[in-house]
Nanobody, 120 residues
Framework: QVQLVESGGGLVQPGGSLRLSCAAS????????MGWYRQAPGKQRELVAV???????NYADSMKDRFTISMNNAKNTVYLQIDSLKPEDTAVYYC??????????????WGQGTQVTVSS
């Protein structure tokens, strides 16, 4: 079993920045990918960005300019830097991890979500 613990959300003014963190813990062989998704009120959950254990990144087209994903492999932690925040970035941000179990089977895990609110 793997636990994902997110932190870094909160209330921020438009134009500000936030850095979200998500740490994976538990018993597993290795991490394949970690990523961030978000869900705004009344909308479906959408991809923000994903990073592989090798450092390759993939962003949703609309997220390429203000969002930066990175991963510290030694700490099993993924980060999401969000700059120039806009009110439309208000959402619950969820961490996701694809993890290889001890038998090399692939599992998918989600964090509990962290609220980001952009408002003046």
């Amino acid at each position: 079993q793997v636990q994902l613990v997110e932190s870094g959300g909160g209330l921020v003014q438009p134009g500000g920045s936030l850095r979200l963190s998500c740490a994976a813990s538990g018993v597993f062989f290795s991490i394949n990918t970690m990523g961030w998704y978000r869900q705004a009120p009344g909308k479906q959950r959408e991809l923000v960005a994903v990073v592989t254990d090798g450092g390759s990144t993939n962003y949703a087209d609309s997220m390429k300019d203000r969002f930066t994903i990175s991963m510290n492999n030694a700490k099993n932690t993924v980060y999401l830097q969000i700059d120039s925040l806009k009110p439309e970035d208000t959402a619950v941000y969820y961490c996701n991890a694809e993890v290889y179990g001890l038998g090399f089977e692939l599992y998918d895990y989600w964090g509990q979500g962290t609220q980001v609110t952009v408002s003046s």
